[in-house]
T-cell receptor
Framework: NAGVTQTPKFRVLKTGQSMTLLCAQDMNHEYMYWYRQDPGMGLRLIHYSVGEGTTAKGEVPDGYNVSRLKKQNFLLGLESAAPSQTSVYFC???????????????FGPGTRLTVT | AQTVTQSQPEMSVQEAETVTLSCTYDTSESDYYLFWYKQPPSRQMILVIRQEAYKQQNATENRFSVNFQKAAKSFSLKISDSQLGDAAMYFCAYRSGTASKLTFGTGTRLQVTL
């Protein structure tokens, strides 16, 4: 049981290049999330998904796109990277919420992305 | 919108002593959940403790306990018998009872000294 995994762990991009971050979970969670972590700002939600084939915008969605074609995978894409997207990116997953359930989110190890 | 505030950017504690990390939040909801996550230098986010707003009893997990003051919207974390391995960033987080996203505070960096 690997939990939540992220690929790659590190990446350096030049301004304008594109890339996709892959998140995979083997816990059969319905919900998946992408966060970014910047110094002094905690984690901020980029996009999330409440099920296969669904996506929704979070707090800071601009410049990112996501897809959830399979329940276990959640992809984060940067079409034209900018230096402001230099950050550490975390993927997380959880069971569905509501009905009094307070399931916590399980996090991947993070991806450090640098855009020069 | 909900906000989470951690007013202590850094804290320090001696090994074996007790330390309390502060967290306040703002919400108009009655059904919600609060969490403390630990982020060691490895960068991995680890759940430390969870509190349901409808429960009056404070959550406890071994050396970690919370002081949940619902009326004051305060959710502090107490670490007893501090160990070197407790050194990390600690994040307080809020989740609505019906929504899925977490709102994080800015974190408190805890140093543990000999």
């Amino acid at each position: 049981n690997a939990g939540v995994t992220q690929t790659p762990k590190f990446r350096v991009l030049k301004t304008g290049q594109s890339m996709t971050l892959l998140c995979a979970q083997d816990m059969n969670h319905e919900y998946m999330y992408w966060y970014r972590q910047d110094p002094g700002m905690g984690l901020r939600l980029i996009h999330y998904s409440v099920g296969e084939g669904t996506t929704a915008k979070g707090e800071v969605p601009d410049g990112y796109n996501v897809s959830r074609l399979k329940k276990q995978n959640f992809l984060l894409g940067l079409e034209s990277a900018a230096p402001s997207q230099t950050s550490v990116y975390f993927c997380a997953s959880s069971y569905s919420v509501g009905g009094g359930r307070g399931y916590e989110q399980y996090f991947g190890p993070g991806t450090r992305l640098t855009v020069t | 919108a909900q906000t989470v505030t951690q007013s202590q950017p850094e804290m320090s504690v001696q090994e074996a002593e007790t330390v309390t990390l502060s967290c306040t939040y703002d919400t108009s909801e009655s059904d919600y959940y609060l969490f403390w996550y630990k982020q060691p230098p490895s960068r991995q986010m680890i759940l430390v403790i969870r509190q349901e707003a409808y429960k009056q009893q404070n959550a406890t997990e071994n050396r970690f306990s919370v002081n949940f003051q619902k009326a004051a919207k305060s959710f502090s974390l107490k670490i007893s018998d501090s160990q070197l391995g407790d050194a990390a960033m600690y994040f307080c987080a809020y989740r609505s009872g019906t929504a899925s996203k977490l709102t994080f505070g800015t974190g408190t960096r805890l140093q543990v000294t000999l």
